[in-house]
């Protein structure tokens, strides 16, 4: 705090009070402590950033901006190692969000291939076509496993990831293109 008031060309009394630079003091009632400052008078107190920012009239931002500049402190160093560790789970998490994303878009597919090859099925009226079976067999699951992907996709494939892939090896839709399981 001393180096600050020094630079600003404020020298305090020996008891470590100043004139307070921010009323019309006549009595040093701003006392400057090792860390911090606080006016008896006006009730403005604070550390060396806020002092710096009241002193100069701007953000603290700036004044913490100014201080660093004037004080030769460098500020845009490399990254901490903890800074680094927040970035890469941040990196991670949005991975895992993607591959999320991507395996709902895929199960989505694949259900909704399904479901058009059963109607395929239905539609040839033929009962020996093996869709016309399936179709009577599997409608309705398939309608129930759409709506629970859409409803709550983490307990859906909690349940039935396995079934969608076994769907998607039976009925070839989409399955080359799968992506991973997301975890």
């Given at each position: 705090?001393?180096?600050v ?15 307070c ?31 710096t920012?009241r ?15 004037a004080?030769?402190?460098i ?11 927040e ?11 993607k ?19 059963l ?17 009577h067999?599997?409608?309705?699951i398939v ?27 039976a ?12 975890g």
């Amino acid at each position: 705090m001393k180096a600050v008031l020094q630079h600003f060309g404020l020298v305090p009394a020996r008891r470590g009070n100043i004139l307070c630079p921010f009323h019309a003091d006549h009595r040093p009632s701003c006392k400057i402590y090792d860390n911090s400052f606080y006016c008896w008078a006006c009730g403005v107190g604070g550390d060396v950033i806020n002092f710096t920012a009241r002193y100069l009239n701007i953000s603290n931002l700036e004044a913490a901006k100014y201080l660093a500049a004037a004080f030769g402190i460098i500020t845009d160093g490399p990254e901490t190692l903890r800074q680094q560790r927040e970035r890469e789970k941040r990196e991670q998490q949005r991975k895992a969000q993607k591959k999320w994303e991507q395996w709902q878009r895929w199960a989505f597919q694949v259900l909704t291939c399904y479901q058009a090859k059963l109607l395929e099925g239905l539609r040839s009226g033929d009962c020996n076509n093996h869709w016309w079976v399936k179709y009577h067999q599997k409608e309705s699951i398939v309608e129930y496993y759409l709506d629970c992907l859409s409803d709550n996709p983490e307990a859906f494939y909690q349940t039935y990831h396995g079934e969608v892939k076994r769907i998607a090896e039976a009925t070839d839709s989409g399955y080359q293109g799968r992506p991973r399981a997301a975890g």
